[in-house]
């Protein structure tokens, strides 16, 4: 293979089987022969993740090591890791295999062919029936109210052109959600479908707070349909405010019966009264994100770099 391959891995207390994962890279790049640059980000782990990186550049010299000064998240630490990527086609795995490398090959054969992206559709997960049947649910939801194709079961797991990577760094969004980015910015892309593996060891990063995080971006930075929803509710709610008020004159001029039922009136009253905080929590996601992109902050603080 000619072109130059980048491979960005975002790190995260991943010191102990880290080893394992540069033997997995490092064995398909002899096989491959690849030119290869590795970009391990340190997403500001807890253990001594950036100092194993540092260990390993000693032995695979095609280390890059970029440490960030905390955690910033997931999302955050792939951009940033695209921003050091310096080769024709660019692939993005996670630390724990669960993505092995042994795929790539598959997936730059595409490119070869004349696609831009080639992105993982997972088949299985070796994970919980919780979580599995979370992101099944997640990923429809998704792809029903977004304002963009959005292919369902697909993650960040992917290969990409180097002009694909160009466009999707000129998005300067505080809250990225990148396989969102990597939809919208078009070009020929496909689908490989593939069995994901089970966690190599340790426990996942993503906690079920990042995990919200991550699905409350891609809602609300792919779709306006939460606000159109208010609508609807607002025009039902009058509907039937209306309604009932009919319902009461009508009994009060035709029979001279007024309507009692304090239940029925508290009830409204807490119906109502939780929908409109519903309504101004959904209002105050967008506003809080236009806030967070007026304030023009950095999206991540670099703390060291290595053989950038």
């Known amino acids: 293979m000619t072109n130059k391959i980048s491979i960005v891995v975002p790190?995260?207390?991943?010191?102990?089987?880290?080893?394992?994962?540069?033997?997995?890279?490092?064995?398909?790049?002899?096989?491959?022969?690849?030119?290869?640059?590795?970009?391990?980000?340190?997403?500001?782990?807890?253990?001594?993740?950036?100092?194993?990186?540092?260990?390993?550049?000693?032995?695979?010299s095609y280390i890059k090591g970029v440490k960030l000064s905390k955690n910033f998240g997931h999302q955050i630490a792939v951009k940033t890791g695209l921003s050091y990527c310096t080769g024709d086609y660019i692939a993005i795995i996670d630390d724990d295999l669960q993505d092995p490398p042994s795929l790539l090959p598959e997936f730059f054969g595409y490119l070869d062919k004349g696609y831009d992206v080639a992105y993982g559709v997972r088949k299985k997960r070796k994970e919980s029936l919780i979580k599995r049947l979370s992101y099944n649910i997640f990923y429809r939801i998704l792809k029903s109210m977004s304002d963009i194709y959005i292919p369902l079961d697909s993650g960040d797991f992917c290969v990409m052109s180097r002009r694909v990577v160009d466009n999707m760094l000129k998005f300067k969004e505080k809250n990225p959600f990148l396989r969102g980015i990597r939809a919208w910015v078009g070009f020929k892309q496909i689908g490989v479908v593939y069995e994901r593996h089970a966690r190599l060891e340790g426990e996942s990063g993503y906690t079920l707070k990042k995990l919200l995080k991550i699905a409350m971006d891609g809602i609300f930075s792919f779709s306006t349909m939460p606000i159109r929803v208010i609508t609807m509710l607002g025009y039902i709610g009058l509907l039937i405010a209306i309604s009932y008020s009919l319902i009461v004159l009508v009994n009060k001029l035709a029979n001279g019966v007024s309507v009692e039922g304090f239940t029925a009136i508290v009830l409204l009253i807490s119906f109502f009264g939780s929908l409109t905080l519903i309504c101004l929590g959904i209002i105050g996601e967008y506003v809080v994100r236009i806030y967070d992109e007026t304030r023009d902050r950095p999206i991540v603080i670099v703390d060291k770099e290595l053989n950038t």
């Not at 540069?22 to 253990?47: F, H, M, P, Y």
């Open 11 to 60: 790190i995260y207390n991943s010191a102990a089987f880290m080893p394992k994962l540069l033997d997995a890279i490092d064995q398909q790049r002899e096989i491959s022969d690849w030119d290869l640059e590795l970009i391990l980000v340190d997403d500001g782990s807890k253990d001594d993740s950036y100092g194993k990186i540092e260990e390993l550049s000693r032995t695979f």
